[in-house]
């Protein structure tokens, strides 16, 4: 699926996050994300860093259902200190995006440019929590 005007948006969003978080010596805030309700709200994270991390995509949905939203439509992370690069979410992620938001879009790197794609698409056969 190709990119509109609101998902460039949500990548700036994404990059502003970061950019004046970066940090690549001490915590290692290297990646920012930001995430689109389907209300049109956006939240914002940059990932906190440990051995098992806090992904920034993880920080942006948690404080999207902080303020009590529920339903999503897109989702990016970008990396660098420019947020430069967009990256695809993490074997981790893509199982909570499965299930926090399986029909949501989430925006990739592409060769020819980035692209969307289905969260359920991304981790068939995902665990399914009972
Ligand atoms: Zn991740």
Excluded at 59 to 80: K, P, Y
Aim: aromatic share 8%; with cysteine; glycine share 10%.
């Amino acid at each position: 699926m190709n990119l509109d005007h609101q998902d460039y948006e949500l990548i700036e969003r994404a990059r502003r996050a970061i950019i004046p978080n970066y940090d690549g010596v001490n915590y290692m805030h290297t990646v920012g994300a930001a995430l689109r309700t389907s209300s049109g709200g956006v939240y914002v994270g940059v990932n906190v860093y440990s051995l098992h991390g806090a992904c920034a995509e993880q920080i942006a949905l948690g404080n999207a259902i902080t303020a009590g939203e529920r339903t999503f439509s897109v989702i990016v992370a970008v990396a660098g200190e420019q947020g430069e690069t967009i990256l695809a979410p993490c074997g981790n992620c893509r199982q909570i995006l499965a299930y926090y938001m399986p029909d949501a879009e989430v925006i990739l790197p592409g060769a020819d440019g980035p692209f969307k794609a289905k969260a359920n698409d991304l981790l068939p056969w995902a665990y399914e929590v009972k």
